[in-house]
């Protein structure tokens, strides 16, 4: 056992890697928030010396604009449709492959999650672009796609520059933080419960829905979470496979610090995202703590 001082020497650098990369720049962010902005971009001088006087210029001009205006709570809810669409379409591609992996037998499960975890290999960029080409005009996809929706006679359609390219990019990006919680889960499970139920009479279904469904809900929270999380903030996937109709609130973000330089608005916007994320990942982690199904689960 570890005494009190080792414990202590080896939480120092978690700590530290937190309070530095963490702590400190949300810090700084939270200040930006209050301050003006510049005339020429970034934020004006914190004391101002206006005939003979010294003044502090601190401000909530940046909050007032942020809470009123409809363009960026419009942002934020297209992001967060697009995170909540993207978790959906990752945990009902994501959960029976992390089941079929969790199922396989030992020899072919390591090359299975190979073959996630393989996409991290590249570039992050490279994949988007990838999808790019993929989704582009002279694709064969968007070339039997058209032919399909041509047939039924319903107008072409125009797979890049979409929503529907961004929340494709979305879900091919974050699929394997899905996968990857839920086979640590599913992995864990006792196959004597599943057999136990069999002799009581269950069916496949049943004992899907009444045993493995509810001791997989903490990898499903897991990988939700992992998929949500970044989805919402996300600006690079958007910005090159989307349109105007189909930016989020990592855009604006992005903009306000690089291109229009109004620091303390993009500052705001990134704290209103960020209380929002972490208030909805309060309440989906009280619900979940109160559900039958966790509780079952963590026994």
Same mark, same amino acid.
């Given at each position: 056992m570890l005494n009190l001082t080792e414990k202590r020497v080896l939480a120092l650098p978690p700590l530290l890697y937190l309070v530095v990369l963490f702590l400190v720049p949300t810090l700084i962010m939270i200040f930006i928030a209050f301050r003006e902005p510049g005339s020429y971009g970034g934020v004006e001088p914190?004391?101002?010396?206006?005939?003979?006087?010294?003044?502090?210029?601190? /401000?909530l001009d940046s909050f007032r604009f942020a809470l009123s205006s409809k363009f960026i709570?419009?942002?934020?809810? #297209?992001?967060?449709?697009? /995170?909540l669409i993207t978790t959906a379409c990752c945990l009902i591609l994501g959960y029976p492959l992390a089941l079929l992996v969790a199922r396989t037998n030992a020899k072919y499960r390591d090359l299975l999650l190979l073959l996630v975890i393989i996409p991290f290999w590249s570039c992050f960029l490279i994949r988007v672009y990838a999808w790019m080409i993929i989704l582009g005009p002279d694709s064969g996809v968007n070339h039997l796609i058209n032919y399909i929706v041509q047939f039924f006679g319903f107008p072409a359609v125009n797979l890049l520059y979409s929503s529907f390219a961004v929340v494709v990019c979305l879900v091919y990006i974050n699929l394997p933080f899905m996968i990857l919680p839920l086979y640590a889960n599913l992995e864990k499970h006792? %196959? %004597?419960?599943?057999?136990? /139920? #069999? %002799?009581?009479?269950?069916? #496949?279904?049943? /004992?899907?829905? #009444?045993?493995t469904l509810p001791l997989s809900m903490p990898g499903i929270l897991a990988g939700s979470a992992l998929v949500f999380i970044p989805s919402i903030g996300m600006f690079v996937v958007p910005e090159l496979v989307g349109n105007n109709c189909s930016l989020m609130i990592g855009n604006l973000i992005k903009q306000q610090f690089l291109q229009t330089m109004n620091w303390p608005l993009g500052s705001v916007t990134s704290i209103i995202m960020t209380l929002a994320v972490l208030s909805i990942s309060l309440l989906v982690g009280y619900i979940a703590s109160h559900t039958n199904g966790l509780k079952y689960a963590n026994k």
């Amino acid at each position: 056992m570890l005494n009190l001082t080792e414990k202590r020497v080896l939480a120092l650098p978690p700590l530290l890697y937190l309070v530095v990369l963490f702590l400190v720049p949300t810090l700084i962010m939270i200040f930006i928030a209050f301050r003006e902005p510049g005339s020429y971009g970034g934020v004006e001088p914190l004391l101002a010396h206006i005939n003979g006087h010294t003044t502090i210029n601190m /401000s909530l001009d940046s909050f007032r604009f942020a809470l009123s205006s409809k363009f960026i709570w419009q942002l934020f809810f #297209r992001s967060m449709i697009f /995170s909540l669409i993207t978790t959906a379409c990752c945990l009902i591609l994501g959960y029976p492959l992390a089941l079929l992996v969790a199922r396989t037998n030992a020899k072919y499960r390591d090359l299975l999650l190979l073959l996630v975890i393989i996409p991290f290999w590249s570039c992050f960029l490279i994949r988007v672009y990838a999808w790019m080409i993929i989704l582009g005009p002279d694709s064969g996809v968007n070339h039997l796609i058209n032919y399909i929706v041509q047939f039924f006679g319903f107008p072409a359609v125009n797979l890049l520059y979409s929503s529907f390219a961004v929340v494709v990019c979305l879900v091919y990006i974050n699929l394997p933080f899905m996968i990857l919680p839920l086979y640590a889960n599913l992995e864990k499970h006792e %196959d %004597d419960l599943l057999e136990a /139920s #069999r %002799d009581l009479g269950a069916t #496949r279904l049943q /004992s899907f829905w #009444r045993i493995t469904l509810p001791l997989s809900m903490p990898g499903i929270l897991a990988g939700s979470a992992l998929v949500f999380i970044p989805s919402i903030g996300m600006f690079v996937v958007p910005e090159l496979v989307g349109n105007n109709c189909s930016l989020m609130i990592g855009n604006l973000i992005k903009q306000q610090f690089l291109q229009t330089m109004n620091w303390p608005l993009g500052s705001v916007t990134s704290i209103i995202m960020t209380l929002a994320v972490l208030s909805i990942s309060l309440l989906v982690g009280y619900i979940a703590s109160h559900t039958n199904g966790l509780k079952y689960a963590n026994k």
